[in-house]
């Protein structure tokens, strides 16, 4: 299916926003109006929709908001498979994502400083969020972490401790395998599960987890399907 070029005026008008670094954002109107907004750091990524699934391409750092702010006890559910047929950006690695995230240099507003981050990792380091890195590092390690919101100046230790990680090769990435990702908030806490099986678990504070889910992507190509989010 062929993507449209995303111009401002087209992008207003299908409410989407984006912040790129250099370059054009390509989306498919449908795409655009399922609610979600990227900040991509190629000025490259590509992202085609066929039927309820999304076939993105990322050349770069990419971060892929859905635009709802989520609150309460609620659960996000999506499936990925990773495409690995020798295409320049058909890489196996980095399965990512974003939740309940927040940013306290402009509350209210997560969109506010998406031109300064422009997908480059690095910049989301002064955010409030939980992080999952599935397969992250060339698909040698899963993580993860707590945002803090402390800023690049903070020590990781600190600023994004690792709250768990796994090296093993059943909690890695394999090709042309359907994933089912489901994270959920419920009764003070947050769990992170992959094809039914729990991986991680956080017992929450009084801030709870309200706030954005994003898909993060690195240097790959993928197909997400049946996105769902529930009240819990």
């Not at 690995?84 to 209210?108: E, I, K, V």
């Not at 690792?162 to 806490?189: F, M, N, Q």
């Amino acid at each position: 299916m062929p993507t449209v070029a995303c111009s401002s005026k087209f992008c207003e008008m299908i409410k989407i926003r984006y912040f790129l670094t250099v370059g054009a954002l390509w989306l498919t109107a449908s795409a655009a109006a399922a609610g979600w907004r990227a900040e991509d750091q190629s000025g490259r990524m590509t992202l085609t929709t066929r039927g309820d699934t999304m076939e993105i391409v990322a050349p770069r750092g990419l971060t892929l908001w859905y635009d709802e702010r989520l609150t309460g006890d609620y659960e996000i559910a999506y499936s990925v498979k990773f495409i690995t047929d020798g295409g320049p950006y058909d890489r196996l690695s980095d399965m990512n994502c974003f939740w309940g995230a927040n940013d306290p240099g402009s509350p209210g507003d997560i969109y506010a400083a998406g031109t300064e981050r422009g997908g480059f990792f690095p910049n989301y380091k002064a955010m409030k969020l939980f992080y999952v890195g599935y397969g992250g590092n060339h698909n040698t390690t899963t993580r993860f972490r707590l945002y803090r919101g402390l800023g690049a100046e903070a020590p990781d230790s600190v600023a994004r401790p690792l709250l768990g990680e796994y090296t093993a090769a059943d909690c890695l990435l394999r090709p042309g395998h359907w994933y089912r990702v489901s994270i959920r908030v419920k009764d003070g806490a947050t769990t992170y599960s992959v094809d039914g099986r729990e991986l991680f678990t956080y017992r929450l504070g009084a801030e709870g987890a309200d706030g954005h889910f994003a898909l993060r992507l690195l240097e790959n190509h993928v197909l997400v399907a049946d996105f769902r989010i529930k009240n819990l």
